[in-house]
């Protein structure tokens, strides 16, 4: 499974992007779908997630009600609109998939096997 993530960029506070994330050859059924992100000389937190049978959704604390993610089951992108960005939001972001992430682990980003390269998201003015 290939991740291809893209659409980040400079923005201003209060601006809005939307983060891609492609899967080659194949669709995101079944597999749980994620966001995660970096800052510098911080740890990767996670983002969002849909679980595998794409029924829930789930955020982290800090981007709830900014962030959304779409897309997934049966498409072949996955998306995360960042709306009211914050100089914080400000890191690199990862999308990662999985079949075997089970609904207690899908927070945790030891339990992905596959992940896209990157995509930077700097929040400046």
């Known amino acids: 499974v290939q991740l291809q993530a893209s659409g980040g960029g400079l923005v201003q506070p209060g601006g809005s992007l939307r983060l891609s994330c492609a899967v080659s050859g194949r669709t995101f059924r079944n597999y749980a779908v994620a966001w995660f992100r970096q800052a510098p000389g911080k740890e990767r937190e996670f983002v969002a997630a849909f679980s595998r049978s794409g029924g829930t959704t789930y955020y982290a604390d800090s981007v709830k009600g900014r962030f959304t993610m779409t897309g997934g089951n049966a498409k072949t992108m996955v998306y995360l609109q960042m709306n009211s960005l914050k100089p914080e939001d400000t890191a690199v972001y990862y999308c990662?998939?999985?079949?075997?992430?089970?609904?207690?682990?899908?927070?945790?980003?030891?339990?992905?096997?596959?992940w896209g390269q990157g995509t930077l998201v700097t929040v400046s003015s």
């Open positions: 990662a998939a999985d079949r075997g992430v089970i609904t207690s682990m899908i927070r945790q980003g030891d339990g992905y096997d596959y």
